[in-house]
């Protein structure tokens, strides 16, 4: 055997004759000898995927530190160490760990996607060595390997066929197609699409029944699903919305404070003469103040708890912050099969020489009925013949589960017709005991149809055919009509064909034969001619229901949705048409995609809501385009071909009970139930959980900066500090386990998903936001600073006049925590100030905290703090009602700016 390297990977093995395919790999049909193989394995190497470089665990464990939110913990962690704080410095340093663990799990998990993809690759595989049948480690295959293949076989390979008997193979996993797909040993064109090459069988790919011989063209990384690994591998995962403006936002506060912290240092030092010691100590005291320590850990708990509800709505979330990014989509890629729709064939439509019926009712379960003109019809004899055929003729079963839901064991058209016949109030047992079946001719390629061979208890016999409707016209000469047999009509029944094509639907028809009643065998001869048409069935994978529904509230909520299928374009058209999708829009092939640069293909995008026929790397790219056009995308799929475009989108989003585990591990999030509309649900959540993070922000950066500015204050007018260090330790400790964590349990805001997505690029803090916080830092300053200086001024201690300032600021904060219920609308109504129970409970707890820090001797002589007289708290309280409601005033005068911003004030306030 000649030793030459055989032909490259990238040859058009499905555009070549079999046995151009066997020279071009120095092979024989009869496989190749030991010796031969033995030294290609060397050349190629073994049959599987080459294992991804991975990081060791402690780089992975110190990359979750390189972050700016952790730094400013430990920059926290630091100060508070200095001022010898050391359960805070313990506190602090807790949450930077516990931060770093989430990460380095959820990033270890994420990399079994390529190990997923390996296990589908076949452990067994039937071959031909030296003339004789061998079972060997699909591992050792090599290229010009002759491989047998059989029904219940994965495809250890990409195999160009050499034989076929009646083989079918499920290539959902690698092309979308919802239905096992025919194979030939026709070669097919160049051009073909992965889904269209019927004389490939590829790795990974499911035999359904049949049998087949195949040349092995590739192994491991050359073969398709090796490319498709290669592409997983390649693909950098997107940082998600909120990690990139949680880092912009870290930035900017981290420089902020650097400036902040080094202009009072100089202020105070070269500009007041302070002692550099002392100001270094003021200094820290600023930055303890303003840094908001809490943010990371209440970060954390809002998506934790995201998680949690998500998971009840069966949506569970394999990455945390995929749970924010959701929130943020602003276009959806949907893959088709076991997605949108059922994954579940159906009848939907039954022509007849008389008339044309509807059937209703979806997948496999006996629900719905026929239907004339919009109007339910009674099961007649004539309908019950065309059930009966399709029920006998036929060899799937149907088994009813304890939980009520429907399993097909067999062929999916075949479990369509088993459903139509018990809509037709058919007894499966009970026909088939009345009417046995004596023989059959199954299905096969070339002659595209089935038979089968009956006779009733009375002696009489009949034949039952069903298959292509082209094929089984021509073996009619009758059709079944309301009188009786009449003489076919062919041009009636080519043009009820073309329409139901047209609508997307898959053709089937039925008919029938007298046989002689002493018959025993079925042979071809036997139904080549005289036999009657019955009917036309038009079968569809239909949509779910609420997934109609669920695109709906995606669109209502200004998110598009675009559908990306490996299926016919046609199949894919009628489907998008029921779901909303792609109306009277064009759709696109891979194949056109091909043709287009990404400049092309950029602008045609808002215009295409369909994409068919579509293989990984198309999915891929289209992904990347969106991408580049601005957009959060959220890309759903349950087969390997989807995973790297699972892995590149904001947001992937696989399919949990019939979604591969590649497609899994590439996702972030998993739907329990495969069920679009849940993706509906969990952007909800979304939104809810980037509003719950807003609110938090909102609240704590103003607090943390009223502390800030009351220490900076006191610096620039050579006051008194009104709040020691310690103090200011104490009061975001309190306030950070208290207050801030309340908000992190908000239920979502009416009319959530009647907005439109946020705008990718906006920043965590908008300038209307800045206003906010600096408004309410000035508010809590002088609040605080203002009955510091009059207590002093009023001849009260020191000690006393420094626990009035904390706790003034610590009731400011729970005034200010119920205004930060709502971002826009007003808190004072019953919802507003009573509607989440923990955040009375919260203030109720702080409340219990600061009388402690104000009664209790240990806690007094660790904070220096004193007791206070009722009057002095009446002048807290009123400090606390007076930004509260300074608060709301600026709420409202924003819901008016909204509604009515072109008009003048005075206008504006007439409206109102």
């Given amino acids: 055997m000649d030793q030459s390297t055989p032909a490259a990977p990238a040859t058009a093995w499905h555009a070549l004759e ?15 000898s030991q010796g031969e193989a033995g030294a290609r394995l060397q050349r190629h190497g073994a049959n599987r995927l080459p294992a991804p ?18 730094y400013l913990m430990l920059a926290a962690a630091g100060v508070t160490a200095l001022l010898e704080h050391w359960v805070d410095t313990a506190v602090i340093l807790a949450v930077v760990v516990i931060n770093a663990l989430i990460g380095f799990i959820q990033e270890g998990k994420a990399e079994h996607a390529l190990d997923a993809i390996r296990q589908l690759l076949s452990p067994q595989a039937m071959v031909l060595r030296d003339g004789e049948r061998r079972e060997i480690a699909a591992a050792q295959l090599v290229p010009g390997d002759v491989v047998m293949l059989v029904a219940g076989d994965k495809v250890p390979a990409d195999l160009r066929l050499l034989q076929v008997k009646n083989l079918y193979i499920d290539e959902a996993a690698l092309t979308g197609e919802s239905l096992p797909v025919e194979k030939s040993i026709a070669r097919d064109g160049v051009d073909a699409v992965l889904a269209d090459r019927r004389s490939m069988a590829y790795s990974g790919t499911l035999v359904s029944s049949g049998q087949g011989l195949g040349l092995v063209v590739a192994t491991g990384a050359a073969s398709e699903l090796g490319r498709i690994g290669a592409l997983l591998e390649q693909v950098h995962s997107l940082t998600t919305p909120l990690l990139r403006q949680m880092d912009a936002f870290s930035r900017g506060l981290s420089l902020a404070l650097l400036l902040f912290a080094l202009a009072t240092f100089a202020l105070g030092t070269l500009w007041r003469g302070q002692d550099a010691a002392e100001m270094f100590m003021l200094v820290v005291a600023l930055t303890v103040a303003a840094i908001p320590e809490g943010l990371p850990a209440i970060m954390t708990v809002i998506l934790a708890l995201g998680v949690q ?70 099961v007649d004899p004539a309908l019950r013949e065309v059930a009966r055929a399709a029920l006998l003729c036929n060899d799937a079963r149907l088994e009813q589960q304890a939980d009520g839901s429907w399993r097909l064991h067999g062929d999916p058209t075949e479990g369509a017709l088993h459903t139509l016949a018990l809509k037709a109030g058919l007894e499966p047992s009970s026909e088939q005991a009345q009417r046995p079946r ?70 089937l028809a039925i008919a029938s034969r007298p046989a002689d009643p002493e018959r025993r065998t079925l042979s071809y001869a036997d139904v080549e001619s005289g036999c009657t048409l019955l009917a036309l069935l038009g079968l569809i994978d239909p949509p779910r229901e609420e997934a109609i529904a669920a695109v709906a509230e995606c669109r209502r909520a200004g998110i598009a949705v675009k559908m990306i299928t490996g299926d016919h374009v046609e199949t894919a058209r009628a489907i998008g048409a029921r779901l909303g999708i792609g109306l009277a829009r064009p759709a696109l092939t891979g194949a056109e995609i091909e043709l287009l640069d990404e400049r092309r293909l950029r602008e045609l995008l808002p215009q295409v809501e369909v994409f068919a026929r579509a293989s990984p790397a198309h999915k891929l790219r289209l992904v990347e385009a969106l991408q580049a056009g601005g957009e959060v995308v959220a890309m759903t799929g349950d087969g390997v071909n989807d995973a790297p475009a699972l892995k590149r989108a904001d947001v992937g989003v696989a399919m949990g009970r019939k979604g591969t585990e590649a497609a899994k591990e590439a996702a972030e999030v998993v739907l329990a139930d495969d069920n679009f509309a849940s993706i509906a649900t969990a952007v909800r959540e979304g939104r809810a959980i980037y509003d719950n993070l807003q609110k938090f922000i909102l609240f704590v950066l103003p607090t943390n900066g009223g502390e800030a500015l009351i220490v900076l204050a006191a610096i620039l007018f050579q006051l008194t500090l009104p709040l020691t260090p310690v103090q200011v330790l104490w009061i975001n400790m309190v306030t950070s386990i208290t207050l801030g964590l309340a908000l992190a349990f908000e239920p979502a805001e009416r009319g959530l998903m009647s ?28 609040c605080a600073l203002g009955l510091f200086l009059w207590e002093l001024q009023r ?16 009731i400011c904060e729970m005034a200010y925590l119920l205004s930060s219920r709502h971002i826009y609308a007003s808190v004072l109504d019953r919802e507003g100030l009573l509607g989440n129970p923990l955040v009375l409970l919260a203030i109720a707890a702080c409340l219990g ?52 911003p072109g008009k003048p004030a005075r206008q504006q306030s007439a409206s109102g």
Wanted: include cysteine; hydrophobic fraction near 45%; charged fraction near 20%.
């Fill in 18 to 32: 079999p046995q151009q395919a066997i020279d071009l790999l120095r092979s024989a049909a009869d496989g190749l």
């Fill in 53 to 70: 470089r991975r990081r060791g665990p402690l780089r992975r464990l110190l990359l979750q530190l390189h972050n700016l939110l952790l």
């Fill in 309 to 378: 509800r998500m998971a009840r709505q069966n949506a569970i979330v394999r990455r945390l912050p995929a749970v924010e990014t959701l929130g943020s989509v602003t276009l959806i890629c949907t893959d088709k099969t076991g997605t949108l729709t059922r994954n579940e064939m159906t009848v939907q439509r039954l022509v007849s020489a008389a008339r044309v019926l509807e059937v209703s009712g979806v997948g496999y379960a006996p629900e719905g009925g026929f239907h004339l003109d919009g109007a339910h019809l009674e």
């Fill in 438 to 507: 004596s023989d059959v001719i199954p299905f096969e390629s070339e002659h595209r149809f089935m038979a089968t061979l009956h006779h009733d208890h009375r002696g009489h016999g009949l034949i039952y055919l069903k298959g292509a409707p082209e094929r089984i016209l021509e073996m009619c000469s009758q059709q079944r009509g309301p009188l009786g047999d009449q003489p076919l009509d062919p041009d009636y029944w080519r043009r009820q064909a073309s329409d139901l094509a047209a609508r997307g639907l898959r053709l």
């Fill in 755 to 782: 907005r439109p997505p946020r705008p990718p690029g906006q920043a965590m803090l908008s300038p209307l936001f800045v206003w906010r916080v600096l408004m309410v830092s000035l508010l809590m300053m002088i």
């Fill in 795 to 810: 001849g009260t201690s020191l000690e006393s006049a420094r626990t009035m300032a904390v706790n003034t600021v610590v």
């Fill in 849 to 900: 905290l600061q009388l402690l820090y104000t009664y209790a001797p240990p806690l007094q002589r660790l904070f220096g703090s004193t007791a206070l007289a009722a009057g002095e708290w009446l002048r807290v309280l009123l400090a606390g009602v007076l930004l509260l409601a300074a608060a709301e005033l600026e709420k409202r005068l924003i819901r008016r700016w909204r509604l009515h």
